[in-house]
């Protein structure tokens, strides 16, 4: 939910200037301050001065004054704010695409290793391949961190520090609230006091509890794809796993409030036919050795088990989604910043509470545990890094757009693997395999031209309301964060 901005009489556009302000820290850009701060002024305030003195000079503005966010301005006409909020739209899915094309790449590696390891290298520990590449999740903030240190490295480390955690932390803020906070600092940020003065409710227990339930819809999820593998076809395996889309739709329906349209609940449709036209469509002719050594009960009770991942995959799209995703207002940069910080306290958890069950598979004699060695363990940890930048490329693209939407462009890897295959073991593709995967290109194609119209009439809606666009300055994450220098 989106708040206006309070322009009160004789309000002035221009201000004294804090060059922290340029960031997502401190903003005095004319933002309204959120209920959860106290209007009373930091004692500290009076003997605070307005500039940091180890700010490299490039860190300042030419003048002392500030001019306050025009994206909230009263002056603003319907037809600026429509273009604001187009120009923020293009941008978004303009990263988005990135982050796609990117998933892609890293998912069609990670699969190939993967199935390489397993079955031409026996190496077939399903858990502990799970808790490997669940657990690399953990590296994807401080790899971030570098990445932005080095974009901000003329900027001294103390200053760096500051205006990252103040982005996360305001950030997180408006995740626990789900809606735009503004924080209107009046006193030296350098002065702890003055910060927390300002800021509500520390935010780290609820993401604690958030990161707790996304990640056990994970974990569950995934491991009932390797419960089911040796239980079921591998048809069957592929066709009810990838339903997931279709449960994404679901859920974001009733826990993200989705207007259910035709053109969506169609692309959706066509998606999961092309699934079915991939697995079944030559007849289960690859499953054929495997469902001679299946009994009815085996394989329903395996069709069963991925039918409940296929659920969980779903939910676990839409809570992370409706929990732990930036609401919308918030720019590019914050939900790309974010949703890494959220994939590393994932991949945190996973480490620190899901290594459990590894003894005891291993006493049970379930799956004993073998630390790989030689070319397995390189083969592996480069299956690991891929899988790491494809969940941060996934959560990314998640956060940007919809679950539905990317759970869809998901199934584009089913097409891709086969190209790979063919590409890098010479196994041809089948009739079937080119048609299911047309089908799913020509859906996620439907799918994003529905997003792309339901936004414009979004927009469009807004502006006849004569709502004014309630976004965080560009210049707020490009100085704050360092993604658009």
């Known amino acids: 939910m989106f708040h206006s901005a309070d322009h009160r009489p004789g309000q002035p556009l221009l201000k004294p ?67 604001l909020l187009h120009l923020e739209a293009r941008r978004k899915y303009t990263i988005a695409a990135f982050f796609l094309v990117t998933s892609l790449v890293s998912f069609t590696v990670q699969t190939e290793l993967a199935a390489y390891i397993q079955h031409d ?75 927390a003065s300002q800021l509500g409710p520390s935010p780290w227990v609820y993401l604690a509890k958030t990161t707790a339930l996304v990640t056990l819809a994970l974990t569950v999820a995934g491991l009932s794809w390797y419960l089911a593998v040796s239980m079921t076809t591998p048809s069957d395996l592929t066709a009810i796993y990838n339903c997931s889309a279709f449960f994404a739709y679901a859920f974001s329906v009733l826990l993200l409030k989705e207007r259910l349209r035709l053109d969506k609940s169609l692309a959706v449709l066509v998606a999961i036919i092309g699934v079915l036209v991939v697995a079944y469509g030559d007849g289960g002719s690859k499953s054929a050795p495997q469902e001679g050594e299946l009994d009815g009960a085996t394989r329903l009770a395996g069709n069963l088990i991925i039918g409940m991942g296929s659920v969980l995959y779903g939910l676990y799209e839409v809570l992370y989604k409706r929990y732990a995703c930036p609401p919308e207002g918030v720019s590019a940069g914050r939900g790309v910043i974010f949703a890494n910080t959220f994939g590393s306290l994932i991949g945190t958890f996973t480490l620190t509470v899901l290594w459990i069950p590894l003894p005891l598979l291993h006493w049970l004699g379930w799956e004993i545990f073998e630390i790989p060695t030689g070319e397995t363990a390189w083969l592996l940890f480069i299956s690991v890094v891929m899988n790491m930048i494809f969940s941060g490329s996934f959560l990314v693209l998640i956060s940007l757009t919809s679950p539905v939407l990317s759970s869809v462009a998901a199934l584009l890897t089913i097409f891709i693997v086969a190209i790979a295959d063919w590409f890098w073991f010479g196994t041809p593709i089948s009739g079937a395999g080119v048609m299911g995967g047309l089908l799913i290109i020509f859906a996620f194609g439907m799918l994003s031209w529905s997003t792309w119209r339901e936004m414009q009439e979004d927009e469009s809606r807004k502006v006849l309301a004569g709502e004014e666009p309630d976004l965080l300055s560009e210049s707020d994450d490009a100085e704050g964060n360092g993604l658009d220098d």
Request: proline share 10%; hydrophobic share 30%.
């Open 121 to 195: 290298l026996g190496w077939d520990k399903a858990y502990c391949m799970l808790y490997l590449t669940h657990g690399s999740w953990t590296f994807l903030w401080p790899l971030q961190l570098l990445f932005l240190r080095i974009q901000k490295r003329h900027m001294p480390w103390p200053q760096f520090w500051r205006r990252h955690v103040w982005l996360v932390r305001t950030t997180a803020e408006m995740v626990q609230r789900q809606e735009i906070v503004k924080h209107h600092v009046r006193t030296n940020p350098s002065s702890r006091r003055g910060l």
């Open 17 to 83: 200037h804090d060059p922290d302000s340029d960031s997502d820290t401190p903003s005095s850009r004319g933002r309204n301050k959120s209920p959860l701060h106290s209007s009373s002024r930091d004692p500290d305030a009076a003997d605070s001065s307005p500039y940091d003195p180890r700010a490299p000079p490039l860190s300042r503005r030419p003048s002392g004054l500030s001019i306050t966010n025009t994206m909230r301005s009263r002056g603003s006409t319907p037809a600026s704010s429509k273009e």
